[in-house]
């Protein structure tokens, strides 16, 4: 029985400039796949620029969802990016979060949280004046939020955003516009999201 797969989030879950088949969400699949574990291709409800918000909106207009066998969500960077509070974060944050456990039977061990990856360091950041360290700080900040939210709901939370700061300059891992990963660092988070993904659906 293959397992349904829904995937939420914004540029960083659509893969904003690369194949289908470079999108993390589409590589996890694959990796469980070849692992054994029968993860269908993902569902994708996501959109370069979304905030918080305008995902709820998307998910409102998705309807009717049903139901799925596995969630992940990654979400917030615009919101960062636009310059809005934690506050409004955290609430909105917990109500895509609380959705996406419901769109998964009510399983909190079926949804999966991945981080927001840390776009102060690309070039596109150093191009358009950005300060590296104010990103990094309110990306940090919305991250606790993200990763006490989850924890309180008891859903999975795992942290690419090292990876993102660690690799996030190499041309290699970024595709031509210098802000989007490319493929290669996709696969970087795929190698994170991985086992504790398999972890999930082995229960």
Known sequence: MTLDYLALGDSYTIGEGVPEDGRWP????????????????????????????ELLAAMDAAEPLGQWDFVTLLIGVNNQYRGRSVGDYRSQF?????????????????VL?????????T??????????????????????AARDISAAHGIAFVDITPV???????PAMLVEDGLHPSGAMYTLWTDRIAPVARELLSR
């Open 94 to 110: 917990t109500t895509v979060l609380e959705r996406a456990q419901r769109l998964a039977g009510g399983r909190a061990d079926r």
């Open 123 to 144: 070039p596109f950041a150093t191009a358009n004046g950005k300060d590296p360290a104010r990103i990094a700080n309110e990306l940090d900040a919305y991250n606790v």
């Open 113 to 121: 949280v991945v981080s927001i990856p840390d776009w102060g360091v």
């Open 164 to 170: 993102s700061r660690e690799r996030g300059v190499e």
């Open 26 to 53: 589409v590589q996890l699949a694959r990796t469980l796949r070849a692992e054994g574990v029968p993860l269908g291709d993902p569902r994708i409800i996501a959109t370069t620029g979304w905030t918080t918000d």
